[in-house]
């Protein structure tokens, strides 16, 4: 894989089906080889030649199959008192990384005021449920600095090109993390990176703009920033499964490896349906029993969903420490 971004689908014949977002792959086996380049789609099966297939159109494909990441500071978002009492399991939730536990606490009544109605847009988009979460956003007017971040946040996950936007602009923590995250689409990690930097200033209690910024730390190799980050975003946000899934990446990094592994379990055990979690780190050995080398396994079968922007940095940091992705996006 070189620079890739990819969408990995195995079936129990072993039928491998792979989509190529961004960069280049290599299909190899015994029969044949094949090379997929950027908007390319191809298929193997054991005994036979890999072979090309038609492509599934990127934004569909991205549709259901990743999740978008949160974004909001509830804070920032004026949500009336009344909604704020109806809500306050799930923004309980919300504030410890629990967005399955946000969506299944939040009750049908509320969501009267403008910040009602975006924070559920938020939940909402934060488990995948676009079309429901964009629905919720026709009242919201569109200079409202929430709704610029939740549909900046659409467009980044679904690589659709947008007006560049002035970092003067960026008022709210919400705002600086959906730039991040389009920053990255548009392959600007220097960006992206001073945008999650301003998340975390703007909101020091985020603890997923301190999540956020250690996926940009770790993809630059700054494995010590990466994991102070991690601190504070573990601490505000415990329940984070995509927080304890970075550590896990963070810790392999390291040769940890059995800490990788709770930290990775832990994620599946928060959001069975993480992609990043799924991983799992293995040690290869040599005759003495010491480590030779580290490879990566997706224990899912390639079911799991992928997370839309943060698992291509992940992915190409363990390929930079020497391990393989058995499934990345």
Not at 5 to 34: A, T
Not at 133 to 157: K, T, Y
Not at 181 to 210: C, F, H, V
């Amino acid at each position: 894989m070189r620079g890739t971004q990819l969408y990995v689908q195995v079936s129990e014949n072993g039928l491998s089906k792979f989509q190529v977002l961004e960069g280049q792959v290599i299909l190899k086996n015994p029969q044949g080889d094949l090379v997929l380049d950027a908007g390319e789609a191809g298929e193997a099966l054991p005994g036979q030649a890999p072979k090309k297939t038609a492509a599934i159109i990127a934004s569909n494909l991205l549709q259901w199959a990743l999740h978008y990441p949160a974004i909001l500071d509830p804070s920032e978002l004026e949500m009336s008192q009344d909604d704020r009492l109806a809500t306050t399991d799930s923004l309980r939730a919300y504030a410890t990384g629990d967005l399955l536990g946000a969506l299944e606490k939040y009750p049908g009544s509320a969501a009267a005021s403008i910040g009602g109605k975006l924070y559920k847009a938020g939940v909402l988009l934060g488990v995948g449920r676009v079309d429901e979460a964009r629905a919720g956003l026709g009242e919201v007017a569109d200079d409202n600095p929430g709704r610029r971040a939740l549909e900046r946040m659409i467009a980044a996950v679904k690589f659709n090109e947008k007006k560049a936007w002035d970092p003067k602009s960026l008022a709210t923590s919400g705002e600086a993390m959906a730039e991040s995250y389009y920053l990255q689409s548009r392959s600007d990690l220097n960006g992206a990176r001073e945008a999650a930097r301003l998340a975390t200033r703007i909101t020091p209690k985020n603890g997923y703009a301190w999540t956020r910024l250690a996926e940009l730390e770790f993809s630059f190799s700054r494995t010590k920033e990466a994991t102070a980050a991690l601190e504070s975003a573990l601490l505000l946000t415990p329940k984070n499964a995509q927080a304890h899934a970075l550590k896990g990446f963070v810790l392999s990094a390291d040769n940890l490896i059995e800490e990788a592994r709770q930290s990775f379990e832990e994620a599946v055990r928060l959001d069975g349906a993480l992609g990043n979690g799924w991983l799992r780190p293995r040690t290869d050995q040599d005759q003495t029993g010491r480590p030779r080398r580290r490879a990566w396994r997706s224990s899912d079968g390639g079911n799991g969903r992928a997370d839309g922007l943060g698992i291509s940095q992940l992915s190409r940091e363990s390929l930079q420490h020497g391990g393989q992705t058995g499934r990345c996006t």
